[in-house]
């Protein structure tokens, strides 16, 4: 089996759905929550744009540990930030998964914490975990925006908004 492959493809289909989320992003909205312990909206897609390029982080490194690793969220603030975050994450992505090798999947990697392991997968669990936590935080935005009557773009299937595929 061509795993590599395989979850190219997957990432090209999320992008492609994403982007259509993107390009439907309200400006003037980044501050808007649904509740106070929601995330506001452009850190939300934010962090989604962000997500796109960890099988390149995961394939070069064996951890993350966000409090030592240098790692800090980007602050965007317009949709062509988001449209451009998401891009070259998504090409560092494709770019990293073609460049692997299959045997590099089985290799572990961790998320720490100052240290402290908060999780840890294969290589290939953890761009699993990446591409279900796009589908999961991309779920979110579509709430947010039927909640500010944005309409919504089809994901796996037409939205009652979008009735093409």
Do not use: C
């Amino acid at each position: 089996m061509d795993t590599l492959s395989q979850f190219r493809d997957e990432f090209e289909t999320e992008y492609q759905t994403t982007k259509k989320f993107f390009e439907a992003y309200p400006e003037g909205k980044n501050e808007y929550a649904p509740h106070e312990k929601s995330m506001k909206l452009m850190p939300l897609a934010t962090h989604i744009s962000e997500i796109f390029g960890w099988p390149d982080t995961i394939l070069k490194t064996s951890e993350l540990d966000f409090a030592n690793g240098g790692f800090q969220p980007k602050h965007l603030s317009t949709k062509e930030d988001l449209l451009n975050t998401l891009d070259e994450n998504f090409k560092s992505a494709q770019y990293a998964l073609e460049n692997a090798k299959e045997e590099h999947l089985n290799d572990t990697w961790a998320l720490k914490n100052n240290g402290h392991e908060v999780a840890k997968w294969t290589k290939y669990g953890s761009i699993r975990h990446a591409l279900n936590q796009i589908t999961h935080h991309r779920a979110q935005l579509g709430v947010y925006y039927r909640l500010n009557d944005i309409p919504l773009p089809g994901s796996y299937g037409p939205s009652a908004d979008h009735q093409s595929f």
